[in-house]
């Protein structure tokens, strides 16, 4: 397996304080690898220091199999990101604005700079000055920014912010397409659960500094396990309804109102008739299934999926 990125113990220190402490991640050539956390967790201090912004206070980067140091750093030539929010020349021009990066990098192709405006859709507006962008417009043209030059890697730090709703749906379509078409490898990092989802790969789940895994998004769904829930007005004479009508026995009680039951067996219409033929009263049902979201948050507070 060829490695785009492979931290070994990454550890920075702030004020005498660990922002992030021993992260070891593994990024493989051409997937989209999703850092996962809460806010603060010290996903954008990881960030940060895979492209050279700030230096590691213990351990070590490798890009593309090669040690990050200030004499490699030409390593970051094949790397496209956003960090925290995009910084422009506000009285600037969309398209100059991406001509001066450009220029910095030695790469004067202006076809890919509009094309690199068409691909996040931002045609026809690139002799506006940037100062009267919105938030999600600039988004947009720090994505172009950070693929103009067709990089190998992209590292993007919560990359819909400020997007609307179709925004986001877009920046998913750009995301595969890049990664499909041209190979590139992606690092996304989110607090939004959801999001990353619908888009990685492999997820690294960051929880106050550490790495508590890395885990591929198959697995995630094969640990997945359907269940019905279901709140009543009265649980022991539902439970003993369930084992004795239904012979379901594969459920546990959540709380004074509340029954999870994992036995499929039956749908939510059985159940409810059933119940109600013996004069049960039915608060709420509703069918589930687990998610990256219920992976991470019994991960973070020391269970797993099916707890």
């Known amino acids: ?55 590691p206070s213990k351990g070590e980067i490798l890009l593309f199999n090669e040690r990050l140091t200030k004499k490699t750093n030409s390593l970051l030539t094949k790397v496209g990101s956003i960090i925290d929010y995009p910084v422009f020349f506000e009285h600037l021009t969309a398209f100059d604005n991406l001509k001066l990066h450009c220029e910095y990098l030695g790469f004067y192709d202006e076809n890919d700079m509009k094309q690199a405006l068409q691909l996040v859709n931002l045609k026809g507006i690139e002799d506006k000055v940037v100062k009267d962008f919105s938030l999600g417009m600039k988004q947009r043209l720090g994505i172009a920014r950070a693929i103009i030059t067709k990089p190998e890697l992209i590292i993007l730090d919560e990359p819909t912010n400020g997007l609307d709703p179709i925004g986001i749906k877009d920046m998913r379509h750009l995301i595969r397409m890049l990664n499909k078409e041209y190979g590139m490898t992606f690092v996304l990092s989110s607090h ?38 279901l709140e009543v007005s009265d649980v022991t004479r539902a439970v003993y309804l369930l084992e004795n009508e239904l012979h379901i026995h594969n459920m546990k009680v959540l709380e004074k109102r509340k029954i999870r039951i994992y036995d499929m067996t ?15 009263e039915i608060e709420e049902i509703r069918r589930h299934s687990n998610s990256l979201e219920d992976y991470f948050y019994h991960l973070i507070n020391g269970g797993d999926i099916n707890d």
């Open 1 to 55: 397996m060829e490695y785009v990125i492979q931290t070994n113990n990454l550890t920075k220190k702030a004020k005498g304080k660990e922002l992030v402490s021993d992260i070891n991640i593994l990024i493989n050539k051409g997937e989209i690898y999703g850092l996962l956390g809460q806010n603060g967790a010290g996903k954008t201090t990881i960030m940060k220091m895979l492209t050279g912004l700030n230096n």
């Open 192 to 229: 939004i659960l959801g999001e990353l989802e619908q888009i990685v790969d492999r997820v690294g789940i960051i929880h106050q500094g550490k790495l508590l895994n890395e885990i591929t998004m198959t697995d995630v769904r094969k640990a997945r396990s359907d269940y019905i829930e």
């Open 266 to 280: 039956y749908t939510q219409s059985d159940i409810s008739k059933m119940l109600l033929l013996h004069d049960l």
